[in-house]
Protein backbone atom coordinates (compact mmCIF):
# COMPACT_ATOMS: atom_id res chain seq x y z
CA UNK A 1 0.00 0.00 0.00
CA UNK A 2 1.64 3.12 -0.90
CA UNK A 3 1.06 4.98 1.90
CA UNK A 4 1.43 2.26 4.56
CA UNK A 5 4.32 3.93 6.43
CA UNK A 6 2.74 6.90 6.81
CA UNK A 7 -0.23 5.44 8.13
CA UNK A 8 1.87 3.56 11.09
CA UNK A 9 3.56 6.85 12.16
CA UNK A 10 -0.05 8.26 12.38
CA UNK A 11 -1.10 5.95 14.58
CA UNK A 12 1.37 5.53 16.74
CA UNK A 13 1.18 9.14 18.16
CA UNK A 14 0.77 9.01 21.59
CA UNK A 15 -2.63 7.41 23.35
CA UNK A 16 -5.05 8.30 25.57
CA UNK A 17 -6.96 6.21 27.10
CA UNK A 18 -11.13 6.91 28.75
CA UNK A 19 -12.79 4.18 30.95
CA UNK A 20 -16.20 5.57 32.11
CA UNK A 21 -19.36 3.80 32.29
CA UNK A 22 -22.45 3.14 30.23
CA UNK A 23 -25.68 1.59 30.26
CA UNK A 24 -26.28 -0.77 27.19
CA UNK A 25 -27.66 -4.00 26.28
CA UNK A 26 -25.99 -7.20 27.34
CA UNK A 27 -26.36 -8.74 23.82
CA UNK A 28 -25.13 -12.43 23.12
CA UNK A 29 -23.39 -12.14 20.25
CA UNK A 30 -23.45 -16.50 20.23
CA UNK A 31 -26.23 -16.02 17.13
CA UNK A 32 -24.08 -13.60 15.35
CA UNK A 33 -24.37 -14.13 11.47
CA UNK A 34 -21.94 -14.35 9.14
CA UNK A 35 -21.73 -11.33 7.38
CA UNK A 36 -18.67 -12.21 5.48
CA UNK A 37 -19.57 -11.98 1.54
CA UNK A 38 -16.68 -14.12 0.52
CA UNK A 39 -18.41 -17.24 2.30
CA UNK A 40 -22.04 -16.44 1.44
CA UNK A 41 -22.93 -18.58 -1.02
CA UNK A 42 -26.35 -17.89 -2.52
CA UNK A 43 -25.17 -14.15 -3.19
CA UNK A 44 -23.78 -15.28 -6.62
CA UNK A 45 -27.20 -16.72 -7.34
CA UNK A 46 -29.08 -13.38 -6.76
CA UNK A 47 -30.15 -12.40 -10.69
CA UNK A 48 -31.19 -8.94 -9.82
CA UNK A 49 -27.29 -8.35 -9.08
CA UNK A 50 -26.55 -9.46 -12.67
CA UNK A 51 -28.52 -6.62 -14.35
CA UNK A 52 -26.89 -3.80 -12.17
CA UNK A 53 -24.58 -1.65 -14.81
CA UNK A 54 -21.46 -0.60 -12.36
CA UNK A 55 -20.24 1.77 -15.14
CA UNK A 56 -23.27 4.29 -14.10
CA UNK A 57 -23.06 4.15 -10.27
CA UNK A 58 -19.65 6.12 -10.36
CA UNK A 59 -20.43 9.40 -12.63
CA UNK A 60 -19.73 12.34 -10.28
CA UNK A 61 -21.73 15.63 -10.82
CA UNK A 62 -19.33 17.96 -13.03
CA UNK A 63 -18.68 20.78 -10.89
CA UNK A 64 -18.33 24.82 -12.15
CA UNK A 65 -15.65 26.97 -10.24
CA UNK A 66 -17.77 30.21 -10.93
CA UNK A 67 -16.07 33.27 -11.93
CA UNK A 68 -16.31 35.56 -8.50
CA UNK A 69 -15.39 39.57 -9.11
CA UNK A 70 -15.64 39.98 -5.75
CA UNK A 71 -12.94 37.17 -5.32
CA UNK A 72 -15.24 35.27 -2.88
CA UNK A 73 -14.63 30.98 -3.92
CA UNK A 74 -17.78 29.95 -5.80
CA UNK A 75 -18.74 25.95 -6.62
CA UNK A 76 -21.66 25.08 -8.83
CA UNK A 77 -23.22 22.30 -9.82
CA UNK A 78 -26.37 22.28 -12.14
CA UNK A 79 -29.17 19.93 -11.20
CA UNK A 80 -31.89 21.16 -13.81
CA UNK A 81 -34.82 17.70 -12.47
CA UNK A 82 -35.87 20.04 -9.99
CA UNK A 83 -37.42 23.32 -9.77
CA UNK A 84 -34.70 23.99 -6.34
CA UNK A 85 -31.89 25.38 -5.50
CA UNK A 86 -29.67 24.63 -2.29
CA UNK A 87 -27.24 27.50 -1.10
CA UNK A 88 -24.52 27.21 1.43
CA UNK A 89 -22.33 29.56 2.88
CA UNK A 90 -19.60 28.15 4.89
CA UNK A 91 -17.82 30.43 7.05
CA UNK A 92 -14.57 29.50 8.42
CA UNK A 93 -16.21 30.68 12.02
CA UNK A 94 -16.83 27.43 14.35
CA UNK A 95 -16.10 27.19 17.83
CA UNK A 96 -12.35 27.52 17.55
CA UNK A 97 -13.19 30.92 17.11
CA UNK A 98 -15.08 31.51 20.20
CA UNK A 99 -11.69 32.64 22.19
CA UNK A 100 -10.72 35.35 19.45
CA UNK A 101 -13.78 37.27 20.76
CA UNK A 102 -12.79 37.18 24.02
CA UNK A 103 -10.21 34.89 25.72
CA UNK A 104 -11.90 32.00 28.02
CA UNK A 105 -15.13 32.42 26.30
CA UNK A 106 -16.61 29.43 24.85
CA UNK A 107 -19.55 28.77 22.93
CA UNK A 108 -20.04 31.97 21.60
CA UNK A 109 -20.04 30.65 17.75
CA UNK A 110 -23.00 28.02 18.91
CA UNK A 111 -25.03 30.76 20.01
CA UNK A 112 -24.88 32.90 17.32
CA UNK A 113 -25.99 30.02 15.26
CA UNK A 114 -28.94 29.42 17.29
CA UNK A 115 -29.77 32.91 17.76
CA UNK A 116 -28.93 34.06 14.57
CA UNK A 117 -32.39 34.32 12.92
CA UNK A 118 -34.45 35.25 15.99
CA UNK A 119 -34.48 39.12 15.00
CA UNK A 120 -33.54 41.46 12.78
CA UNK A 121 -33.36 45.18 13.09
CA UNK A 122 -36.34 45.04 10.88
CA UNK A 123 -38.12 41.57 11.79
CA UNK A 124 -38.82 39.42 14.81
CA UNK A 125 -37.93 35.98 14.70
CA UNK A 126 -41.92 34.66 13.80
CA UNK A 127 -41.58 37.36 11.13
CA UNK A 128 -38.42 36.23 9.82
CA UNK A 129 -40.10 32.69 10.16
CA UNK A 130 -43.01 33.23 7.96
CA UNK A 131 -41.13 35.18 5.56
CA UNK A 132 -39.00 32.03 4.30
CA UNK A 133 -42.44 30.00 4.84
CA UNK A 134 -44.60 32.06 2.47
CA UNK A 135 -41.86 31.27 -0.16
CA UNK A 136 -41.69 27.67 0.39
CA UNK A 137 -37.72 28.08 1.38
CA UNK A 138 -36.15 26.31 4.38
CA UNK A 139 -33.03 27.91 6.24
CA UNK A 140 -30.89 26.63 8.97
CA UNK A 141 -27.36 27.57 10.58
CA UNK A 142 -25.14 24.95 12.35
CA UNK A 143 -22.08 25.63 14.47
CA UNK A 144 -18.79 23.36 13.99
CA UNK A 145 -14.89 23.43 15.62
CA UNK A 146 -14.16 24.42 12.42
CA UNK A 147 -17.32 25.71 10.09
CA UNK A 148 -19.99 27.79 10.72
CA UNK A 149 -22.54 26.70 8.06
CA UNK A 150 -25.67 28.60 6.69
CA UNK A 151 -27.98 26.76 4.71
CA UNK A 152 -30.94 28.04 2.40
CA UNK A 153 -33.26 25.53 0.28
CA UNK A 154 -35.52 27.75 -1.87
CA UNK A 155 -37.94 27.13 -5.23
CA UNK A 156 -36.10 28.04 -8.15
CA UNK A 157 -38.64 30.56 -9.36
CA UNK A 158 -37.31 33.94 -9.49
CA UNK A 159 -39.58 35.59 -7.77
CA UNK A 160 -39.07 33.54 -4.45
CA UNK A 161 -35.43 32.15 -4.83
CA UNK A 162 -34.99 36.45 -4.71
CA UNK A 163 -37.11 36.69 -1.63
CA UNK A 164 -35.90 34.33 0.65
CA UNK A 165 -32.07 35.10 -0.33
CA UNK A 166 -32.94 38.82 0.82
CA UNK A 167 -34.09 37.61 4.17
CA UNK A 168 -30.93 35.26 4.80
CA UNK A 169 -29.27 38.40 3.95
CA UNK A 170 -30.92 40.15 6.29
CA UNK A 171 -30.56 37.68 9.07
CA UNK A 172 -26.50 37.60 8.14
CA UNK A 173 -26.04 41.27 8.48
CA UNK A 174 -29.20 42.77 10.68
CA UNK A 175 -29.17 40.25 13.30
CA UNK A 176 -29.84 42.08 16.68
CA UNK A 177 -29.47 39.09 19.52
CA UNK A 178 -31.12 40.74 22.19
CA UNK A 179 -31.15 39.95 25.71
CA UNK A 180 -33.97 38.16 26.28
CA UNK A 181 -33.45 35.77 23.65
CA UNK A 182 -29.51 35.13 25.46
CA UNK A 183 -31.34 34.77 28.76
CA UNK A 184 -33.67 32.15 26.79
CA UNK A 185 -30.44 30.56 25.16
CA UNK A 186 -28.18 30.40 28.65
CA UNK A 187 -31.39 28.63 30.10
CA UNK A 188 -31.91 26.00 27.46
CA UNK A 189 -28.02 24.87 27.42
CA UNK A 190 -28.14 25.02 31.46
CA UNK A 191 -30.55 22.03 31.13
CA UNK A 192 -28.46 20.17 28.13
CA UNK A 193 -25.18 20.42 30.51
CA UNK A 194 -27.06 18.95 33.43
CA UNK A 195 -27.86 15.99 31.15
CA UNK A 196 -24.64 15.58 29.68
CA UNK A 197 -23.54 14.82 32.87
CA UNK A 198 -25.92 12.01 32.91
CA UNK A 199 -24.44 10.71 29.51
CA UNK A 200 -21.10 8.93 29.97
CA UNK A 201 -20.42 8.93 26.12
CA UNK A 202 -20.79 12.49 26.02
CA UNK A 203 -18.35 13.33 29.25
CA UNK A 204 -15.77 11.22 27.71
CA UNK A 205 -15.88 12.80 24.63
CA UNK A 206 -15.15 16.38 26.09
CA UNK A 207 -12.60 14.62 28.70
CA UNK A 208 -10.93 13.02 25.55
CA UNK A 209 -10.70 16.53 23.49
CA UNK A 210 -9.35 18.34 26.72
CA UNK A 211 -6.67 15.93 27.58
CA UNK A 212 -6.01 15.63 23.61
CA UNK A 213 -6.15 19.38 22.77
CA UNK A 214 -4.97 21.29 26.18
CA UNK A 215 -4.96 24.72 25.51
CA UNK A 216 -5.89 24.51 21.79
CA UNK A 217 -9.35 25.84 20.89
CA UNK A 218 -10.50 22.70 19.96
CA UNK A 219 -9.80 21.26 23.34
CA UNK A 220 -13.67 23.17 24.48
CA UNK A 221 -16.91 21.68 23.34
CA UNK A 222 -18.64 23.80 20.68
CA UNK A 223 -21.50 24.14 22.87
CA UNK A 224 -19.39 26.01 25.51
CA UNK A 225 -19.40 25.27 29.00
CA UNK A 226 -21.93 26.82 31.84
CA UNK A 227 -19.49 29.22 33.10
CA UNK A 228 -18.55 30.78 29.85
CA UNK A 229 -22.16 30.96 28.53
CA UNK A 230 -23.36 32.81 31.20
CA UNK A 231 -20.72 35.59 30.45
CA UNK A 232 -21.74 36.03 26.82
CA UNK A 233 -23.43 39.45 25.70
CA UNK A 234 -25.20 40.86 22.67
CA UNK A 235 -21.68 42.50 22.23
CA UNK A 236 -19.98 39.29 22.20
CA UNK A 237 -22.25 37.69 19.72
CA UNK A 238 -22.27 41.05 17.28
CA UNK A 239 -18.57 41.14 17.41
CA UNK A 240 -18.37 37.30 16.05
CA UNK A 241 -20.60 38.32 13.57
CA UNK A 242 -18.99 41.26 12.42
CA UNK A 243 -15.68 39.37 12.53
CA UNK A 244 -16.63 36.56 10.97
CA UNK A 245 -19.53 36.37 8.83
CA UNK A 246 -17.92 38.52 6.01
CA UNK A 247 -17.60 37.61 2.82
CA UNK A 248 -13.52 37.16 2.54
CA UNK A 249 -14.03 34.62 5.46
CA UNK A 250 -16.65 32.16 2.94
CA UNK A 251 -17.05 30.05 0.53
CA UNK A 252 -20.45 29.55 -1.44
CA UNK A 253 -21.40 26.32 -2.64
CA UNK A 254 -24.97 26.58 -5.32
CA UNK A 255 -27.10 23.10 -6.78
CA UNK A 256 -30.08 23.26 -8.54
CA UNK A 257 -31.89 24.43 -11.22
CA UNK A 258 -29.79 27.59 -12.01
CA UNK A 259 -27.73 28.26 -15.32
CA UNK A 260 -24.02 28.95 -15.03
CA UNK A 261 -24.80 32.83 -14.91
CA UNK A 262 -27.22 32.64 -12.74
CA UNK A 263 -25.62 31.22 -10.37
CA UNK A 264 -22.67 33.49 -11.20
CA UNK A 265 -24.82 36.31 -10.23
CA UNK A 266 -26.60 34.71 -7.43
CA UNK A 267 -22.94 33.92 -5.85
CA UNK A 268 -21.44 37.60 -6.20
CA UNK A 269 -25.25 39.48 -5.15
CA UNK A 270 -24.03 37.21 -2.46
CA UNK A 271 -20.63 38.30 -1.89
CA UNK A 272 -21.32 42.16 -2.56
CA UNK A 273 -24.39 42.03 0.00
CA UNK A 274 -22.04 40.99 2.93
CA UNK A 275 -19.32 43.06 4.53
CA UNK A 276 -16.22 42.79 2.54
CA UNK A 277 -14.01 41.69 6.31
CA UNK A 278 -10.47 39.77 5.56
CA UNK A 279 -10.09 35.85 6.06
CA UNK A 280 -9.31 34.48 9.28
CA UNK A 281 -6.13 33.69 10.58
CA UNK A 282 -4.75 29.99 10.40
CA UNK A 283 -5.28 28.49 13.76
CA UNK A 284 -2.39 27.25 16.06
CA UNK A 285 -1.22 23.65 15.34
CA UNK A 286 -2.08 21.53 18.32
CA UNK A 287 0.96 20.51 20.39
CA UNK A 288 1.49 16.43 20.42
CA UNK A 289 1.99 14.98 23.95
CA UNK A 290 4.66 12.98 24.38
CA UNK A 291 3.75 10.64 26.70
CA UNK A 292 0.96 7.45 27.37
CA UNK A 293 -1.61 8.96 28.92
CA UNK A 294 -4.61 7.29 30.92
CA UNK A 295 -7.60 8.81 32.28
CA UNK A 296 -10.66 6.91 34.46
CA UNK A 297 -14.31 8.77 35.10
CA UNK A 298 -15.97 7.50 37.68
CA UNK A 299 -19.35 6.63 36.76
CA UNK A 300 -22.17 4.41 38.98
CA UNK A 301 -22.78 1.56 36.27
CA UNK A 302 -22.28 -1.97 35.14
CA UNK A 303 -20.54 -0.79 31.89
CA UNK A 304 -17.11 0.60 31.13
CA UNK A 305 -17.30 3.05 28.03
CA UNK A 306 -13.37 2.98 26.64
CA UNK A 307 -11.88 5.50 24.08
CA UNK A 308 -8.36 5.40 22.68
CA UNK A 309 -6.60 8.11 20.56
CA UNK A 310 -4.15 10.66 19.50
CA UNK A 311 -4.05 13.83 17.21
CA UNK A 312 -4.05 12.96 13.57
CA UNK A 313 -3.79 15.47 10.24
CA UNK A 314 -5.18 18.47 8.98
CA UNK A 315 -7.97 17.94 6.09
CA UNK A 316 -5.71 18.97 3.44
CA UNK A 317 -3.23 16.04 3.83
CA UNK A 318 -2.46 14.03 0.41
CA UNK A 319 -2.55 10.84 2.89
CA UNK A 320 -5.85 11.48 4.06
CA UNK A 321 -7.63 9.37 1.69
CA UNK A 322 -5.22 6.53 2.46
CA UNK A 323 -6.23 7.17 5.87
CA UNK A 324 -9.75 6.59 5.21
CA UNK A 325 -8.88 3.46 3.85
CA UNK A 326 -6.90 2.23 6.10
CA UNK A 327 -9.52 2.84 9.12
CA UNK A 328 -12.31 1.57 7.14
CA UNK A 329 -10.38 -1.75 7.38
CA UNK A 330 -9.16 -1.46 11.28
CA UNK A 331 -12.48 -0.26 12.75
CA UNK A 332 -15.00 2.04 10.33
CA UNK A 333 -16.51 -0.91 8.01
CA UNK A 334 -19.12 -2.38 10.21
CA UNK A 335 -18.88 -6.37 10.92
CA UNK A 336 -16.05 -6.60 8.26
CA UNK A 337 -13.76 -4.61 10.28
CA UNK A 338 -11.36 -6.39 12.73
CA UNK A 339 -11.87 -4.29 15.45
CA UNK A 340 -15.45 -5.76 15.48
CA UNK A 341 -14.13 -9.81 14.34
CA UNK A 342 -11.34 -9.58 17.50
CA UNK A 343 -13.72 -7.46 19.86
CA UNK A 344 -17.25 -8.81 19.34
CA UNK A 345 -17.34 -11.75 17.03
CA UNK A 346 -14.47 -13.38 18.71
CA UNK A 347 -14.95 -12.73 22.13
CA UNK A 348 -18.55 -11.27 22.94
CA UNK A 349 -16.61 -8.15 24.64
CA UNK A 350 -18.73 -5.89 23.22
CA UNK A 351 -21.64 -5.19 21.36
CA UNK A 352 -20.49 -2.58 18.50
CA UNK A 353 -16.23 -1.38 18.19
CA UNK A 354 -15.48 1.02 16.04
CA UNK A 355 -12.44 3.91 14.75
CA UNK A 356 -12.72 7.15 13.26
CA UNK A 357 -10.49 10.05 11.45
CA UNK A 358 -11.64 13.57 11.99
CA UNK A 359 -9.47 15.73 9.38
CA UNK A 360 -9.66 19.37 10.48
CA UNK A 361 -7.91 22.76 9.50
CA UNK A 362 -5.34 22.19 12.34
CA UNK A 363 -4.64 18.52 13.37
CA UNK A 364 -7.53 16.23 13.46
CA UNK A 365 -7.96 13.31 15.64
CA UNK A 366 -8.10 9.46 15.56
CA UNK A 367 -10.46 7.12 18.10
CA UNK A 368 -11.14 3.77 18.86
CA UNK A 369 -13.81 3.23 20.88
CA UNK A 370 -16.36 0.67 22.28
CA UNK A 371 -18.21 -0.11 25.24
CA UNK A 372 -18.34 -3.45 27.76
CA UNK A 373 -18.52 -4.91 30.98
CA UNK A 374 -16.62 -3.84 34.13
CA UNK A 375 -14.57 -7.38 34.42
CA UNK A 376 -14.09 -7.50 30.71
CA UNK A 377 -12.43 -3.98 30.96
CA UNK A 378 -9.01 -4.95 31.05
CA UNK A 379 -8.45 -7.82 28.81
CA UNK A 380 -10.78 -5.77 26.33
CA UNK A 381 -8.57 -3.17 26.18
CA UNK A 382 -5.10 -5.29 25.67
CA UNK A 383 -7.21 -7.01 22.55
CA UNK A 384 -7.66 -3.78 21.40
CA UNK A 385 -4.63 -1.98 22.02
CA UNK A 386 -3.14 -5.81 19.69
CA UNK A 387 -5.14 -5.46 17.22
CA UNK A 388 -4.15 -2.00 16.43
CA UNK A 389 -0.22 -2.80 17.08
CA UNK A 390 -0.67 -5.87 14.37
CA UNK A 391 -2.36 -3.94 11.98
CA UNK A 392 0.33 -1.49 12.33
CA UNK A 393 3.12 -3.91 11.51
CA UNK A 394 1.50 -6.77 10.36
CA UNK A 395 1.41 -6.44 6.20
CA UNK A 396 -2.21 -5.37 5.36
CA UNK A 397 -4.27 -8.20 3.63
CA UNK A 398 -4.45 -8.04 -0.31
CA UNK A 399 -7.98 -9.26 -0.42
CA UNK A 400 -9.10 -6.96 2.31
CA UNK A 401 -7.67 -4.04 1.22
CA UNK A 402 -9.46 -4.78 -2.12
CA UNK A 403 -12.86 -5.56 -0.89
CA UNK A 404 -12.53 -2.23 1.52
CA UNK A 405 -12.00 -0.39 -1.59
CA UNK A 406 -14.94 -1.65 -3.44
CA UNK A 407 -17.06 -1.12 -0.70
CA UNK A 408 -16.06 2.60 0.04
CA UNK A 409 -16.33 2.98 -4.30
CA UNK A 410 -20.15 1.39 -4.25
CA UNK A 411 -21.07 3.62 -1.24
CA UNK A 412 -19.63 6.86 -3.13
CA UNK A 413 -22.83 7.46 -5.00
CA UNK A 414 -24.52 8.52 -1.69
CA UNK A 415 -22.62 11.46 -1.30
CA UNK A 416 -24.37 12.99 -4.34
CA UNK A 417 -27.72 10.91 -3.96
CA UNK A 418 -29.61 14.33 -3.61
CA UNK A 419 -28.98 17.95 -4.10
CA UNK A 420 -28.66 18.55 -0.90
CA UNK A 421 -26.15 16.11 -0.37
CA UNK A 422 -24.22 17.17 -3.19
CA UNK A 423 -24.08 20.89 -2.14
CA UNK A 424 -22.85 19.54 1.83
CA UNK A 425 -20.09 17.96 -0.48
CA UNK A 426 -19.53 21.33 -2.31
CA UNK A 427 -19.26 23.25 0.69
CA UNK A 428 -16.51 20.97 2.26
CA UNK A 429 -14.65 21.33 -1.49
CA UNK A 430 -14.47 25.02 -1.52
CA UNK A 431 -13.25 24.96 2.43
Known amino acids: MKNQKTIFRLLFITMSTFCTTNVIADVSTSSVS????????????????????????????????????????????????????????TFNAGSARDIEVEKGLYGVANMAAQLIDEGTTQRDAVEI??????????????AHRDMFVVRLRSLSDPKKLDAAVSTMLEVL????????????????????????????????SIRFYRALYGSHPYAEPITGTNGSIKKITTQHLKKFRDEFLVSQNMNIALTGQLSVKQAQKLAERISAALPEGEAAKPLAVPQDKPNFDIQHILFNSTQAHVTMGHLSTTRDDPDRLALELANRMLGGGGFSSILMKELRVKRGYTYGANSAFTFSQAAGSFSLSYSTQQDQLMDSIQVA?????????????????????????????????????INAQLGSIGF
Open 129 to 142: ANAFEQVGARFSVA
Open 173 to 204: KDSTFKNNSISLMISNTQVGQKQLKESPSRLM
Open 34 to 89: NDDPRTLQSIASLQSLKQVQTSDLYTAPHVHELKNKYKVRSLFVESPALPMVDIQL
Open 385 to 421: HKALVDFVHQPIDAQQLEETKAGMLRSLPNSYSSNAN
